[in-house]
C-alpha cells in the first residue's frame, strides 16, 4: 500500500526478564496513513509510550517489525529515521538558544548555514516564536517551550512526527491553545502526526483516526465518530465519553433488561447475557403521555446551560443518565419526579461483548 | 509551638568550640600573611609593614625555576587526569549499574583512601625499578604519580555533573540524526563543561600543593615549590617564604572561587 507510513508488525515488547518481565505491547499491527493525524489513546501504562519509541527507534522490539514507507526500519538506529519527537519533558538543550535548538537537527545532517537560517526562521514563524530566537530556553514559559520543541521537530520536516503527551504539562486554555494550533499545523503541512494522550475528548477533537489501547494491546482502532458510536467493547465504551450500561439478555433482535423490558437491538448482536450500552444524549425525554419506548421518573436534574443532566429511574430500579437539551425558549428538563417517557435514537442500543 | 529538631547548633558551647576551631584554622594563616608584611626577617617581631619580601622571592631565581616546575606538573597532570576522570564517569554514570560499579567506584577513588605515605612508598620502589631498567631521569615520574592521585579530585565533581544531566536531551540529540559523537560533542559535553573545569581546577590544586608524594618520587633537581620551601624552613625561617605563601595561597583562593562559581547551581 503505497499510502501507508508506519506499519506495524505483530509488535511486541517486553521489559526485564523472567520474574520482573513487563509486557508492554503484545503482539501490535497497526497501520498508519500518511498525511493522517493518528492518536494512540489509552489509560496510563496501556504501552503507548512504548510504542511510540519504537517507532522513533529509542527501543528495540522483542518481537516483530516496523516499517515506514513499505522499508523495515526495526533495525535502524535513531538517528537514520525521518522521524520527529515532541518529548513529553520538551528535552529542549539548556546550553543552545531557541534558535539553535530549532536549528539542530537540520545542523547535524550538515545542511548549509544558509539553507538552515532560512527553514529555522519559517519554522520560528509557524509557531509564532520570532521573536523569541536569541533566548535560552530557561527564559521562556512552558507554552512557549512547548512550541520551540514543536518547532525543533518540524524544522527536518519529518516523514513522520511523534507526539508524546505533549500537551498534559499545560494549563487548560493554553491546552485547547495548542489543540487547534497543533492540528492547524499539520493540515499545513501534511506531515503524518502520531500522537500519544490519555484524554478522551482530545482525541475525539483533534484526530483523523484513534487507536484505543488497554494493558499492551490494541481494542480499536478507527475514527473518532466510529469509536464513540460504535465501540468494541465495554472498555472502549467507558473509555470514551459517559455510558450507561444495562445488564440485558439478548434474543434475536429483542434485548430484555430488569426481566421484563423488551428493547429492539440490532439482529447482528451477539446473543445471549451481555451489556447494553447507550450513551446519554442518545436517549430523548418527551412528555409521559406521548408515544415512547420506555417510561421513568426523573430523580435528579442538573442544569448546565446548553443543556440539563438527567438522572432517569425505570420500572424495576434500573437507573439511566440522559441530557435534555435546552431550546431557545429557555426550555427546561421536567422537574424532578416527573413521569416521562424515553425514546432511543435508531442504533443508539448496543450490545457490547465484555 | 512546632516540635523543633534536633541542631547540634542549639548545643551548649557550641559556639564556643566554633569559634575555637575556626581560630585554630585560621589565625595561623593570617600570621604568616601578616608577616609576610613584615620590613625585617624575623617571622616572630614585627618590625613596621614593607612589600620588599615579594621582590626578593620574584627575583630568586631558585624560587622561579621551582614555580616553574610546579605550575608545569600541575599544568599536564591536571589536563591528564581531568581527561582520565571525564572517561570514568561517562563509563560509570552511562551504563545500567552492574555489580562491579561499586569496586570501580573504589578503584578510581583508591587515593583518597590508601595512605599517600603508602602510595609515596610503592610509587618509589616502582619508579626506581623503571629508572633502572630505561635510564630515564625526567619529570615523567612526577606528572604520573600527580596525575594518578589527582584523578579522584577531578572525577568527582564530573560525576555529579554528570548525575544530574537529563538523559532525555541525548535521546532528543540521537532523534534529530546526532551520531554517538555528535551527540557527546554537542551535548554532552557542553553539558558537562562546568564539571569538567571545576575538577580540572581541584586537580590542579591538588596537585600544586602536594609535597608527601613528591618529596618520594622525585629525582635529584626536581623540586617542587611546597618541596623547595620545606627545605628552605627547614634551614631558617625566613619572610620569603611567607611571601611565597601568601601568593600560593591567592592563586589557590581564586582557583577554588572559580571552582564554587562552577559548580553552583544555577536556577
Ligand atoms: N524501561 C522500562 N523498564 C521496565 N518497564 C517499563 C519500562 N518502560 C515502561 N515500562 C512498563 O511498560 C508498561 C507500559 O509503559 P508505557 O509505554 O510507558 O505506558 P504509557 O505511555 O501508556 O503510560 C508499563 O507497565 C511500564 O511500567
Ligand atoms: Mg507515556
Redesign the interface.
Known amino acids: 500500500m503505497r499510502d501507508v507510513a508506519i506499519e506495524a508488525v505483530s509488535l511486541r515488547k517486553v521489559y526485564g526478564t523472567d520474574q520482573h518481565a513487563v509486557v508492554a505491547l503484545d503482539d501490535v499491527s497497526i497501520s498508519i496513513r500518511k498525511g493522517e493525524f493518528f492518536t494512540l489513546l489509552g489509560p496510563s501504562g496501556c504501552g503507548k509510550t512504548t510504542l511510540l519509541k519504537m517507532i522513533?527507534?529509542?527501543e528495540t522490539p522483542s518481537e516483530g517489525n516496523i516499517l515506514l514507507n513499505g522499508h523495515d526500519i526495526t533495525e535502524q538506529?535513531?538517528?537514520?529515521r525521518p522521524?520527529?519527537?515532541v518529548?513529553q519533558?520538551y528535552?529542549l538543550?539548556?546550553?543552545l538558544t531557541v534558535r539553535q535548538n530549532v536549528g539542530?537537527?537540520l545542523s547535524?545532517?550538515g545542511r548549509p548555514a544558509a539553507e538552515i537560517d532560512e527553514v529555522v526562521n519559517r519554522a520560528l514563524g509557524l509557531v509564532k516564536l520570532e521573536a523569541m530566537a536569541d533566548r535560552k530556553p530557561q527564559q521562556l514559559s512552558g507554552g512557549q517551550q512547548q512550541r520551540v520543541a514543536l518547532a525543533?521537530?518540524l524544522a527536518?520536516s519529518p516523514e513522520v512526527l511523534l507526539l508524546d503527551e505533549p500537551l498534559s504539562a499545560l494549563d487548560l486554555k493554553l491546552r485547547k491553545e495548542m489543540q487547534t494550533e497543533l492540528k492547524r499545523l499539520q493540515l499545513e503541512l501534511g506531515i503524518t502526526f502520531i500522537f500519544v494522550t490519555h484524554d478522551q475528548e482530545e482525541a475525539l477533537t483533534m484526530s483523523d483516526r484513534i487507536a484505543v489501547m488497554s494493558s499492551g494491546n490494541l481494542l480499536q482502532v478507527g475514527t473518532p465518530k466510529e469509536i464513540y458510536n460504535h465501540p468494541v467493547n465495554r472498555f472502549v465504551a467507558d473509555f470514551i465519553g459517559e455510558t450507561n450500561f444495562i445488564p440485558a439478555q439478548v434474543a434475536g433482535t429483542t434485548a430484555t433488561i430488569g426481566g421484563d423490558i423488551a428493547l429492539p437491538v440490532d439482529p447482528a448482536s451477539p446473543q445471549g447475557s451481555h451489556t447494553l450500552a447507550v450513551r446519554p444524549e442518545h436517549i430523548r425525554i418527551v412528555p409521559s403521555g406521548a408515544e415512547a419506548t420506555l417510561r421513568a421518573l426523573i430523580t435528579e436534574s442538573v442544569y448546565f446551560g446548553t443543556d440539563s443532566h438527567v438522572r432517569l429511574r425505570l420500572a424495576n430500579d434500573i437507573e439511566l443518565v440522559a441530557r435534555f437539551q435546552s431550546d431557545e425558549a429557555g426550555g427546561d428538563a421536567p422537574p424532578v419526579d416527573t413521569e416521562v417517557g424515553l425514546i432511543f435514537a435508531p442504533g443508539a442500543l448496543q450490545v457490547l461483548e465484555d | 509551638m512546632a516540635r523543633r529538631d534536633f541542631s547540634a547548633a542549639r548545643l551548649p558551647g557550641f559556639a564556643t568550640i566554633a569559634i575555637t576551631v575556626f581560630v585554630a584554622l585560621y589565625a595561623p594563616i593570617l600570621m604568616l600573611v601578616a608577616y609576610s608584611f613584615n620590613a625585617g626577617d624575623s617571622i616572630a617581631i614585627w618590625e613596621g609593614f614593607s612589600l620588599k619580601w615579594y621582590p626578593v622571592a620574584w627575583n630568586n631565581a631558585e624560587v622561579r625555576e621551582v614555580t616553574l616546575r610546579s605550575l608545569t606538573i600541575a599544568a599536564t597532570a591536571s589536563v591528564l587526569s581531568t581527561t582520565v576522570a571525564t572517561m570514568a564517569a561517562l563509563g560509570t554514570t552511562r551504563r545500567r549499574q552492574t555489580r562491579g560499579q561499586t569496586f570501580i567506584y573504589l578503584l578510581i577513588n583508591q587515593p583518597l583512601m590508601v595512605p599517600e605515605i603508602v602510595t609515596a612508598v610503592a610509587l618509589l620502589i616502582f619508579f626506581a625499578s623503571i629508572k633502572v631498567a630505561t635510564g630515564y631521569q625526567g619529570l615523567g615520574y612526577l606528572i604520573a604519580a600527580h596525575t594518578a592521585f589527582c584523578i579522584p579530585f577531578a572525577y568527582l565533581p564530573i560525576r555529579a555533573r554528570l548525575e544530574g544531566m537529563?538523559l532525555?536531551?541525548e535521546?532528543?540529540?540521537?532523534?534529530?540524526?546526532?551520531?554517538s559523537w555528535?551527540t557527546f560533542r554537542?551535548?554532552t559535553l557542553?553539558?558537562l563543561a562546568p564539571g569538567i573545569g571545576a575538577g580540572m581546577m581541584l586537580a590542579f590544586v591538588t596537585s600544586l600543593d602536594d609535597v608527601v608524594i613528591t618529596l618520594f618520587v622525585k629525582s635529584a633537581g626536581q623540586d617542587t615549590l611546597p618541596t623547595y620551601m620545606l627545605a628552605q624552613i627547614r634551614r631558617s625561617v625566613s619572610a620569603e617564604v611567607n611571601a611565597i605563601s601568601t601568593l600560593l595561597l591567592l592563586l589557590t583562593v581564586l582557583l577554588l572561587t572559580a571552582f564554587f562559581l562552577l559548580t553552583r547551581k544555577r536556577d
Not at chain 1, 538506529?77 to 537514520?80: D, E, I, K, M
Open positions: 522513533a527507534g529509542f538506529p535513531p538517528n537514520r522521524v520527529n519527537t518529548f519533558s528535552a538543550f539548556p546550553h539542530f537537527g547535524m545532517l525543533r521537530a527536518p | 537529563d532525555t536531551l535521546i532528543a540529540a540521537g532523534d534529530l540524526y546526532a551520531s555528535q554537542h551535548v557542553p553539558l
